[in-house]
């Protein structure tokens, strides 16, 4: 094997490992499958009833799109006072991940 084979080889493999976190910074990851709901923040306001989302995906670890962001979850819920944060992480087998914040506040 000639050494440009072997560190394209070297290259490959490293790229089937990289779509194991380009969506998730969850504490927990499965790599054949992960499904998961965690706490991201607190504030000390007061816990309101509205709740908004905002969403993006990853395909393969090579094609990421979408807006997760506090803002965008404020918006999508009509929430001016955030109470809590938490996300929604899902992957499986790293060819198709789901990343969801979901804003809680008033």
Same mark, same amino acid.
């Given at each position: 094997m000639s050494k440009t084979t072997t560190l394209l080889s070297i290259a490959a493999g490293l @790229? @089937?490992?990289t779509s194991c976190a380009v969506v998730t910074?969850?504490?927990l990851t499965g790599f054949l499958y992960s499904d998961l709901t965690a706490p991201h923040s607190v504030t000390e306001s007061?816990?309101?009833t509205k709740m908004g989302t905002a969403t993006a995906q990853s395909v393969l670890g090579l094609v990421a799109t979408?807006?997760?962001s506090v803002a965008a979850a404020c918006r999508d819920g009509?929430?001016?006072k955030i109470h809590h944060v938490d996300f929604?992480?899902?992957s499986i @087998?790293?060819?198709i991940a789901t990343y969801e914040v979901r804003v809680y506040g008033s």
């Open positions: @790229l @089937l490992f910074t969850s504490p007061d816990v309101g979408g807006d997760a009509g929430i001016t929604y992480a899902k @087998l790293g060819i």
